[in-house]
């Protein structure tokens, strides 16, 4: 192995990644992080990688959409796997501006796949990073499997759907090594707090409303960011070429249950004896346009045929994140400063 090249690796899932490759004893190769640092691109997630790295990690700060900036990385370093997880990947803000999503996540994604094409002699993978949103929403049975045809709800999930489209097409008119890999909800550490599970730790914590969208009856199916992370390098490794595989950890969860347990847990573990039961903030606010009633992975495929399991429950999961934005006081007040700030202030408090 020599240079692997992970798009979007200061984002939240993509610098969880980075630091799971290089505890991973069969990684020696060089890692190459390019990444545009927007909104959500955050150079505190990988913090100290200059002493864990040793000299393993490059970054690069750069725009997928900007071909002859990409073309450049490619020229000079011997990449020869690409994981690309770089995407505009907020639903509401897709909803409010859909014009970067087009870009980045089609756009950028088509940029990369011609730089493989042209380097295809010395490339021995592609592995696209996807969503389990591609498939649309549920009703009260059944799950995705990676038979699901593709019904995206929101400019967010058309614009991967339409990424997923490309990296096929690719493999099978030029005939690149791909793999694609379809996942449901994340969280853990240093996601950033516009998505649901950190936005209500922190908003909790300064005991702010909690905003449920519509009922709070819609569910999703959490999985904790480590066991995504081991799941790609799985596939990565031992995949076959021109698959999809579905990632997800069986735990569905409505809205509302995430939240509560999530103001439970806080009320344990710092407790304000002055201050009410936590779930008092909850507060119902209007509903997201197109709302995916219910998300539910089937990955069946993944653990038969490559033997990859989930090792945290979402008990376990979501203990280990709140103890982590409560010991990382830091890297929550530098975000607090960013434009994030601004959005949610639009969001939220007009
Ligand atoms: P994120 O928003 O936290 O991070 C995205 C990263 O991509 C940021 O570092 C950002 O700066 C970078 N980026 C954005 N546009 C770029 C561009 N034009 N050029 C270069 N870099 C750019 O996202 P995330 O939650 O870490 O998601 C990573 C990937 O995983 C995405 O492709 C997303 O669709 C997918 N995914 C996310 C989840 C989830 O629950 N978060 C679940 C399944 C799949
Ligand atoms: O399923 C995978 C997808 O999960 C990823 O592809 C996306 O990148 C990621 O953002 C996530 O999408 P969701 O829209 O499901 O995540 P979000 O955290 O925004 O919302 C989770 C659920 O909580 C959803 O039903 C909307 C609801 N919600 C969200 C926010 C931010 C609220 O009720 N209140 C909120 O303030």
Not at 86 to 114: C, K, M, W, Y
Not at 236 to 247: A, L, Q
Request: hydrophobic fraction near 35%; charged fraction near 25%.
């Amino acid at each position: 192995m020599r240079d692997i090249l992970v798009t979007g690796g200061c984002g939240f899932i993509g610098a969880n990644f980075i630091w799971h490759l290089l505890s991973e004893p069969d990684f020696a190769g060089r890692i190459i992080n390019v990444d545009k640092l927007t909104y959500a691109g955050n150079p505190d997630n990988l913090a100290g990688i200059d002493e864990k790295s040793l000299g393993r990690h490059i970054f690069i700060k750069a725009d997928i959409c900007d071909a002859k900036a990409m073309a450049r990385i490619f020229e000079e370093f011997d990449i020869d796997i690409i994981c690309h997880f770089a995407a505009e990947s907020h639903v509401d803000r897709s909803i409010e501006s859909p014009g970067a999503f087009i870009q980045t996540n089609i756009v950028g994604t088509f940029n990369l796949l011609e730089l493989a094409r042209l380097h295809k002699n010395r490339l021995t993978l592609f592995h696209h990073v996807s969503t389990d949103e591609v498939y649309g929403s549920l009703g009260d049975d059944g799950s995705f499997t990676e038979e699901t045809p593709y019904r995206p709800n929101s400019p967010y999930s058309a614009s991967k759907a339409s990424s997923d489209h490309l990296v096929r097409s690719y493999a099978k008119t030029y005939d690149l090594p791909v793999t694609i890999s379809n996942c449901s909800n994340n969280y853990g550490p240093y996601q950033f707090p516009e998505k649901l599970i950190p936005l209500m730790i922190l908003n909790a914590l300064e005991k702010k409303p909690l905003p449920v969208y519509g009922t709070g009856l819609n569910i999703r199916d959490w999985l904790y960011v480590n066991d995504h992370c081991s799941a790609i390098w799985t596939i990565m490794k031992k995949g076959t070429r021109g698959e999809t595989y579905n990632i997800g950890g069986r735990c569905e969860m409505q809205n509302i249950e995430v939240v509560k347990t999530i103001c439970d847990l806080l009320d344990e573990m710092v407790p304000e004896p002055d201050f009410g039961p936590r779930r008092d903030l909850i507060t119902f606010v209007t509903d997201r346009p197109g709302h995916d009633l219910r998300y539910a992975i089937d990955s069946s495929k993944l653990q038969n045929e490559l033997g990859w399991v989930p090792t945290e429950s979402f008990n376990t999961g979501i203990k280990k994140t709140i103890q982590w934005y409560l010991d990382n006081k830091k890297w929550v007040e530098r975000i607090k400063t960013g434009e994030y700030m601004a959005w949610m202030k639009r969001q939220y408090e007009s």
